[in-house]
T-cell receptor, first 108, second 113 residues
Framework: RKEVEQDPGPFNVPEGATVAFNCTYSNSASQSFFWYRQDCRKEPKLLMSVYSSGNEDGRFTAQLNRASQYISLLIRDSKLSDSATYLCVVNRNNDMRFGAGTRLTVKP | NAGVTQTPKFQVLKTGQSMTLQCAQDMNHNSMYWYRQDPGMGLRLIYYSASEGTTDKGEVPNGYNVSRLNKREFSLRLESAAPSQTSVYFC????????????FGPGTRLTVT
């Protein structure tokens, strides 16, 4: 079983839609959590950290459920520019583990 | 600031050849990392360096060696390339430990035939 699992998608949504991704992790001792964004054939870039109380950054909301060991990312009012692969990242003792990513395509 | 730079961008090797991938950062970061990314899999850590003069194995170190030449530069060497090492290689850096935001280079696409 992979340490970090994501639905690979693809998620195809129209502009303006709300879309949510989930990510599950297997190690309950994991300490910090992140969402990265990766455009096609580009490097990953940090989208947002995920805090225990949940956090929001504009149209993006991240939540953490430690009891169920999953992390979510909600994107509201999707834009064409949100089309990318979203990587869930889990850190334990400075060992960062990446999910394989969820691909999102936003269509006009 | 250029951020994290990597050379080369593309490389084709024959089985058994050796090469070194170069990485440099100009953000005065202490920690640097090498990852590989394969289709359907997440990025996997090959080696990392928490500070100048130290290196540690990651999840998939076999077949690779690294050198932290100074605070700015961290190189990855394939001594005898194998087809299984065909991948996209990313270098990254962070201010301190991996729990902080990592900044990635543009990647090196390596094909071993």
């Amino acid at each position: 079983r992979k340490e970090v699992e994501q639905d690979p998608g693809p998620f195809n949504v129209p502009e303006g839609a709300t879309v949510a991704f989930n990510c599950t992790y297997s190690n309950s001792a994991s300490q910090s959590f992140f969402w990265y964004r990766q455009d096609c054939r580009k490097e990953p870039k940090l989208l947002m950290s995920v805090y225990s109380s949940g956090n929001e950054d504009g149209r993006f909301t991240a939540q953490l459920n430690r009891a169920s060991q999953y992390i979510s990312l909600l994107i509201r009012d999707s834009k064409l520019s949100d089309s990318a692969t979203y990587l869930c990242v889990v850190n334990r003792n400075n060992d960062m583990r990446f999910g394989a990513g969820t691909r999102l395509t936003v269509k006009p | 600031n250029a951020g994290v730079t990597q050379t080369p961008k593309f490389q084709v090797l024959k089985t058994g050849q050796s090469m070194t991938l170069q990485c440099a950062q100009d953000m005065n970061h202490n920690s640097m990392y090498w990852y590989r990314q394969d289709p359907g899999m997440g990025l996997r850590l090959i080696y990392y360096s928490a500070s100048e003069g130290t290196t540690d194995k990651g999840e998939v170190p076999n077949g690779y060696n690294v050198s932290r030449l100074n605070k700015r530069e961290f190189s990855l060497r394939l001594e005898s390339a194998a087809p299984s090492q065909t991948s996209v290689y990313f270098c990254a850096s962070s201010r301190r430990d991996p729990g902080n935001e990592q900044y990635f280079g543009p990647g090196t696409r390596l094909t071993v035939t």
